[in-house]
């Protein structure tokens, strides 16, 4: 009995001796491996934040261009022409940034796609708040035998006026907010164009011998409506 149990020890040594190699070697794998997926990982890290910061700046670049004041497409800043900046086309794009060359890119309003080249999908995006303007031509009649006078919105720099008496009618001034645009005292007739006051809205006037004719005012006004320019860029080929 006493032999048996002493042999039963002697053989218990040997096997948790390699069960604690089997453990360690498992243990020495796993670590190995977490170290691998570590540097993978950071090295992954590293690559996207070099390479983030430069689309970044090529993205920021152009969406500031965009709304520049000094390209022909914005009347002012952050105010784009509307029929202007929707004509915009790639290399319009390229020679406002040049660092957008070798780049697909994408440029939305509204999310809206304005212009597109290549896939920027997982590149950076850069938003602007805009204001887009739009040349509105309306035409106002002042009927000579019932009305004193129009009114003409602001933001317009520039009337077209014509005259068209009747009969023995003769308009010798047209007035706008008490100051005299046009006069004549023999008479004017025809269609003459004035600059006006861009901010100021327009009360215009006639002074008329007779009541038959009409003098019918044609403006440009700006329209404005506030949008959101969005500017993605991917990364260099």
């Given at each position: 009995m006493t032999q048996g149990t002493d042999v039963g020890r002697r053989q218990t040594g040997p096997i948790r001796g390699q069960a604690n190699m089997v453990s360690l070697a498992v243990a020495l794998l796993l670590l190995v491996g977490a170290a691998g997926s570590a540097i993978a990982i950071a090295h992954g890290s590293l690559a996207a934040a070099e390479r983030d910061p430069a689309e970044r700046n090529v993205a920021t670049d152009l969406a500031d261009r965009l709304v520049s004041p000094d390209v022909d497409h914005v009347r002012r800043e952050n105010v784009l022409n509307r029929?202007?900046?929707?004509?915009?086309?790639?290399?319009?794009?390229?020679?406002?940034?040049?660092?957008?060359?070798?780049?697909?890119?994408?440029?939305?309003?509204?999310?809206?796609?304005?212009?597109?080249?290549?896939?920027?999908?997982?590149?950076?995006?850069?938003?602007?708040?805009?204001?887009?303007?739009?040349?509105?031509?309306?035409?106002?009649?002042?009927?000579?035998?019932?009305?004193?006078?129009?009114?003409?919105p602001r933001r317009t720099d520039e009337l077209r006026v014509t005259i068209a008496p009747e009969n023995d009618t003769m308009v010798s001034t047209i007035r706008i907010n008490d100051r005299v645009l046009l006069h004549d005292p023999g008479g004017l007739e025809g269609t003459a164009t004035a600059s006006v006051p861009w901010t100021a809205t327009l009360r215009v006037t006639v002074d008329a011998e007779g009541t038959d004719g009409v003098v019918a005012i044609t403006a440009t006004p700006e329209t404005t409506a506030k949008a959101r320019l969005e500017v993605t860029v991917g990364a260099g080929g």
């Open positions: 029929s202007e900046t929707e004509a915009l086309s790639v290399d319009d794009v390229e020679s406002l940034s040049p660092g957008i060359e070798d780049r697909p890119f994408r440029i939305r309003i509204d999310g809206r796609t304005l212009l597109e080249r290549g896939d920027p999908s997982g590149g950076t995006s850069v938003e602007r708040l805009v204001v887009f303007a739009t040349d509105d031509e309306r035409t106002y009649r002042l009927d000579l035998e019932e009305d004193d006078a129009v009114t003409v």
